[in-house]
């Protein structure tokens, strides 16, 4: 069996850190965390929260044990003061795969008893693109 694979996604932690810090400043956001849209339940990880950063965000961070991915979607999602959750796109590499391209890529797609319901929340999320 060959599975194409969509390019290798990194995460942008610059970008990470821009929107964050811009979303601080405007005093709305409550918690950030970052993770593979695709896997978020094993790979999310809380990364600004009580007004600070709780990792410290560079080009050797690991998120949930990894800082990139050839398959998932590297996004960062934000819940503000008043409970609104917004989830961006946060990687560098080629843009144009988007997450329904990486499944019609996968020949096989399976999730376990505690993954299966988040990721099933997670597919309802709209994936924004950070625009300034």
Known sequence: ????????????????????????DLAVLEE?????????FWTAE??????????NLNENTMIGGINK???????????????KTMTFNCFKGD????VEDVFKQMNIWSSGPLSGPVQD???????LD???
């Open 46 to 55: 809380t990364v600004w929260q009580d007004d600070e950063y709780t990792v």
């Open 69 to 83: 991915s050839h398959w998932a979607t590297p996004v960062l999602e934000l819940i503000t003061v008043e409970g």
């Open 130 to 132: 950070y625009e300034e």
């Open 1 to 24: 069996m060959i599975i194409k694979y969509s390019v290798m996604k990194k995460y942008d932690f610059r970008l990470a850190k821009k929107i964050i810090d811009k979303m601080a």
């Open 32 to 40: 950030a965390s970052l993770g593979m849209h695709e896997d978020w």
């Open 95 to 98: 843009g144009k795969t988007s």
């Open 121 to 127: 929340e997670r597919y309802k999320q709209d994936l």
